[in-house]
């Protein structure tokens, strides 16, 4: 071999170990706030409703009309949240309370009596300050609740910003978006266009069938709370929409309790009107809304299917199991259908 003469190797240009590597990378660094980014993905879908007559407002600007519709948004759900927190609060410190009773039939009174401060609009005030009291008392323990409490504001902080970068990117970059990765994606672009549409229909259906009946059965149940003189009634009704996610069953887990407290205290009349419309109204709704919601989401799952997905998630992820355990499931779902087909179609073609 004379001097100077080169060999030259075949190399691809990035081996494949490499681009799995660095997937799988991506995926872990993504996954921390993959909740927020399908949310975000989900309502920038929707909000394109709104988006196109600010576009035509604004003379077709799209950057602009983006950035009018994720204000509209922001200014919307705000105080959206901000009740759903004092709610929360208060709900929680109700808890507190019935759990600090070590008797059935007094847990049971106690949740329709009130009582220790249990009644109206100063429980989440009352329930702040035990909460103050408490860290002033623990010394050392006060500083790493201090520490956990503000890693929860951090967290939720940055998962609301990439909620709200998340809605407005996908208002002006989405197509581009999703052109890339059906470019990319190593899925055929007839199966991508199924799995995306998979997505957006968990999304639907989780807001019209889960959330839907659980609003419907929740106002229900807090105007009977409300009319028959049950304290912290805005409370038990968050409860009751948090345990509509139970079929059938789910909202008797609030509301018999409270009405066995009320026959307990001598109101036997409003005991049998709230059983009457528990069984009538709250339960019945669910029966029938949640069915007829869940069509109208076109949510290809069976009740008990997202059911399970929703626990199975929580006791995987967390809370947010909630949303990303239907989610997966019907993908999942959605992959093993494209596969099936695709499988009988290439046995057709080689026969």
Same mark, same amino acid.
């Given at each position: ?8 190797? /075949?190399?691809?240009?990035? =081996? ?17 706030? *993959? ?19 600010? !576009?035509?407002?604004?003379? $077709?600007?799209? @950057?602009? *009309? *983006? ?7 922001? #200014? ?19 808890? +507190? ?5 070590? !008797? ?33 008392? @623990? $010394? /050392? ?13 951090? !967290? ?25 990765? +059906? ?5 055929? =672009? ?12 968990? $999304? ?39 345990? *509509? ?41 669910? /029966? ?6 869940? !069509? ?10 997202? #059911? ?6 929580? +006791? ?31 046995? /057709? +073609?080689?026969?």
């Amino acid at each position: 071999m004379s001097h100077g003469t080169s060999i030259r190797v /075949n190399r691809e240009p990035i =081996p494949p170990w490499l681009v799995a590597v660095l997937a799988i990378g991506a995926a872990l660094v993504i996954a921390t706030f *993959s909740p927020w980014i399908a949310l975000a993905i989900w309502l920038g879908l929707y909000a394109r409703v709104i988006e196109r007559p600010i !576009r035509r407002w604004v003379g $077709g600007r799209q @950057q602009l *009309s *983006s950035a009018f519709t994720v204000v509209i948004l922001v #200014l919307l759900v705000a105080p959206i949240v901000a009740v759903i927190a004092s709610l929360v609060v208060d709900a929680v410190t109700l808890v +507190e309370q019935l759990m600090q009773s070590d !008797r059935a039939q007094a847990v049971l009174e106690k949740l329709v009596q009130g009582g220790g401060g249990a009644g109206g609009g100063g429980s989440a005030a009352e329930g702040s300050t035990r909460i103050v009291d408490l860290l002033m008392s @623990q $010394g /050392n323990r006060a500083w790493q609740v201090v520490q956990q409490l503000a890693g929860v504001a951090a !967290r939720a902080a940055i998962g609301g910003l990439i909620l709200v970068g998340g809605i407005y990117g996908v208002l002006v970059e989405g197509p581009a978006w999703y052109a890339w990765i +059906e470019r990319h994606a190593p899925i055929r =672009p007839a199966a991508l266009r199924r799995m995306a549409d998979a997505f957006v229909e968990t $999304g639907r259906g989780l807001v019209f069938g889960i959330v839907g009946a659980g609003l419907i059965q929740s106002v229900v149940a807090t105007i009977a709370y409300l009319a028959i003189g049950v304290p912290q009634a805005l409370a038990l009704g968050l409860l009751t929409l948090v345990f *509509s996610v139970i079929p059938a069953i789910g909202t008797a887990i609030v509301w018999v309790p409270v009405a066995a407290g009320l026959a307990l205290t001598g109101r036997a009349g409003a005991a049998i009107a709230l059983a009457v419309v528990g069984i009538a109204l709250i339960s019945t709704a669910d /029966n029938i809304a949640r069915p007829w919601l869940a !069509r109208r989401g076109k949510l290809e799952l069976p009740t008990y299917v997202v #059911l399970v997905a929703m626990f199975g998630g929580i +006791e995987l992820i967390g809370g947010w199991g909630l949303v990303l355990g239907p989610l997966i499931v019907r993908l999942a779902k959605e992959a093993v259908v494209i596969r099936t087909e695709t499988r009988g179609t290439d046995g /057709n +073609e080689r026969s």
